[in-house]
């Protein structure tokens, strides 16, 4: 205790600076602070535990913190490993050049400002 702030000191980390107690009702904030705000990046997991545990410690920390991450509607909507699988297409690589050709066919177009309109017959 130290003026009527509890902190701890971590015997097995290299730092021996201490590590501020959080109270249950202050969590949710520091878990938005490091994860949700415009610095915080929502990392995952093991980066957000990294970097709050360097300043501060609560019981549970691992497991509040893996809540909040899979819990965030942000980090579900946009990380990578949320997105569809690609799809089936399998394009073989070409051994030499020219085996493969393309032909992109779409149309007709319409007429460009000067007049111009693409002719299908040629």
Do not use: W
């Not at 097995?12 to 602070?33: C, F, G, M, N, T």
């Not at 415009?38 to 990392?43: A, F, R």
């Not at 913190?65 to 997105?83: D, F, L, S, T, W």
Request: hydrophobic content about 30%; proline content about 9%.
């Amino acid at each position: 205790m130290n003026n009527g702030v509890l902190f701890r000191f971590n015997l097995y980390v290299d730092s021996e600076d201490p590590q501020l107690v959080i109270p249950k009702e202050l969590r949710e904030d520091v878990l938005a602070q490091y994860h949700n705000s415009p610095t915080g990046g929502h990392y995952g997991i093991e980066r957000i535990l990294q970097k709050i545990s360097s300043k501060f410690y609560f019981t549970d920390m691992r497991k509040c913190i893996a809540r909040h991450v899979k819990g965030c509607m942000e980090c579900q909507r946009y990380k990578p490993e949320n997105r569809q699988p690609a799809g089936l297409l399998q394009t073989p690589a070409p051994s030499q050049r020219f085996e493969v050709a393309a032909v992109d066919i779409f149309g007709p177009l319409p007429a460009t400002p000067r007049g111009n309109r693409m002719d299908p017959n040629n």
